[in-house]
């Protein structure tokens, strides 16, 4: 089932932009994990829409109602379902995109699959909306992983060219990401949110790249051969909309570097195997070296543009210029940074909950 996703956790994520609700259920979660529900909200909040510049004026609270599988605080075995009420649409907007649709969206496709059935209403089903229920799922991921000593953050390592400082790979500096706009440099993040702004007064878009780091993991997770670590981490990173690429450590920057430059030398700190080097993103063949976990998403600009694009109208079959309505962000990157952070903690829980029974219990220990 496409909207489904993990082996040992299933999250299955359900509704529509414009519908009435849009939610997530989260099955295979053990008895007795804490969840906090005020830290999910903050968590939540870093992806509402409305709060910005650089972000749609479509206004929702995003707060979520859970139906079940928490009570008093802990989760209770029982599947978790939660739901988060849309109120502030606009689904005049979207009337003509079955017939003329939008250049880079999945209007097209969607009209070719199910033959018109669709909801085209704010993207229906594949809009960015759906990311909303990811993070309620990757929020509680990463409460219950920092119970762990499992710790996960991102940045905004480019936007339009402009580029922040990367994290070091080593030691990434998650605690020195700034709350109010994602970046580790300060001026790098004014010059992206110029470029955006310039973008949003031509009724154009931006994209850029993600920069996502997950320290405190311990060596062993992951399975080798279509188990490993990157690919249960692509799979579901590349479930976010507007996500075109996912790269590992130095990436395809390795393919230009000699065995001797990209190979991490391993070195002993107290008794304990590391690397001195991190080209290999914490990850050797598929499986998990206790180094941080480093990967990068790269986020196309939003199709959705004010400025003339050519299309067709599918019911005359001639090109047309369509100018998009509604309500969209000119860069989806600073909001899908939590949105990057949750699918790599809803996959990294999955893993630890696959791992060897005696793992799981060492690793539960540490929730009690």
């Not at 085209?120 to 594949?126: E, L, Q, R, V, Y």
């Not at 878009?205 to 997770?221: K, M, T, Y």
Request: a negative charge.
């Amino acid at each position: 089932m496409s909207s489904t996703y993990g082996e040992n956790l299933k999250l299955s994520i359900f509704g529509q932009s414009h519908g009435a609700a849009i939610g997530m259920t989260l099955d295979g979660i053990p008895a007795g994990l804490p969840v906090d529900p005020e830290k999910l909200q903050a968590f939540l909040n870093r992806r509402a829409p409305g709060q910005n510049d650089w972000s749609t004026p479509r206004r929702e609270e995003d707060r979520p109602e859970f139906l079940s599988g928490i009570l008093d605080g802990f989760t209770c075995g029982a599947p978790i379902a939660a739901i988060i009420y849309n109120k502030n649409t606009r689904s005049g907007d979207y009337d003509n995109l079955k017939d003329c649709p939008r250049p880079g969206h999945a209007d097209y496709t969607a009209q070719i699959k199910y033959g018109g059935f669709q909801d085209s209403a704010g993207g229906g089903h594949f809009s960015g909306r759906l990311t909303a229920p990811l993070c309620m799922a990757g929020g509680l991921c990463k409460q219950w992983l920092e119970e762990m000593g499992i710790f996960m953050g991102a940045h905004i390592l480019s936007i339009a060219g402009r580029r922040d400082q990367a994290f070091d790979p080593i030691h990434p500096q998650l605690s020195q990401v700034s709350p109010d706009f994602p970046v580790l440099d300060l001026s790098a993040g004014e010059a992206m949110r110029q470029a955006i702004d310039q973008a949003r007064k031509s009724g154009d878009s931006v994209g850029g790249v993600i920069e996502c780091a997950v320290v405190g993991l311990p060596p062993g997770i992951g399975e080798p051969m279509f188990g490993g670590v990157e690919s249960r981490i692509a799979q579901i990173v590349y479930g976010i909309p507007a996500v075109k690429g996912v790269e590992f450590g130095a990436g395809f920057g390795a393919s230009d570097l000699r065995g001797s430059q990209c190979n991490d030398p391993f070195t002993l700190e107290d008794g304990i195997v590391k690397t001195t080097t991190n080209h290999s993103g914490g990850i050797l063949g598929g499986i998990t070296n206790g180094m941080a976990l480093l990967f990068r998403a790269a986020v196309k600009p939003t199709p959705s543009i004010s400025a003339p694009q050519q299309s067709v109208s599918l019911s005359a079959q001639e090109i047309t210029s369509l100018s998009v309505k509604g309500r969209h962000d000119p860069c989806i990157v600073p909001r899908a940074v939590p949105v990057v952070e949750a699918a790599a903690a809803i996959a990294i829980m999955d893993m630890i909950l696959g791992n060897t029974q005696t793992d799981r219990r060492k690793m539960n220990h540490g929730l009690k």
